[in-house]
Nanobody
Framework: QVQLMESGGGLVQAGGSLRLSCTASGSIASINTMGWYRQAPGNQREMVAVIINGSSPLYAGSVRGRFTVSRVDANLYLQMNSLKPEDTAIYYC??????????????WGQGTQVTVSS
């Protein structure tokens, strides 16, 4: 079992930056994939950025060049720059024991709200 806890969300003006953090606990050694997903009101949850062990990070097209994902041991980070109002969403940290890009990772955090004002 893996537990995930996010932090770092908040309110920021368009063009600003935020850094999200996620700390994993439990069966950390089993994690092969970690990533960030987001869900805006009325929308489906979508992948934002994912790191699969042994591979380069993967990004959604809408955030590529603005967001940077990184992982240090049990911690996952998302540096978000040049934020836009359309980035407003609840951001979730996720983990999986498989080396796979999937919309349904096995473990999820509770989410952290990011709001970008215009």
């Amino acid at each position: 079992q893996v537990q995930l806890m996010e932090s770092g969300g908040g309110l920021v003006q368009a063009g600003g930056s935020l850094r999200l953090s996620c700390t994993a606990s439990g069966s950390i050694a089993s994690i092969n994939t970690m990533g960030w997903y987001r869900q805006a009101p009325g929308n489906q949850r979508e992948m934002v950025a994912v790191i699969i062990n042994g591979s380069s990070p993967l990004y959604a097209g809408s955030v590529r060049g603005r967001f940077t994902v990184s992982r240090v041991d049990a911690n996952l980070y998302l540096q978000m720059n040049s934020l836009k109002p359309e980035d407003t969403a609840i951001y979730y940290c996720a983990a999986d024991d498989r080396r796979v890009l999937t919309p349904t990772p096995r473990s999820w955090g509770q989410g952290t709200q990011v709001t970008v004002s215009s």
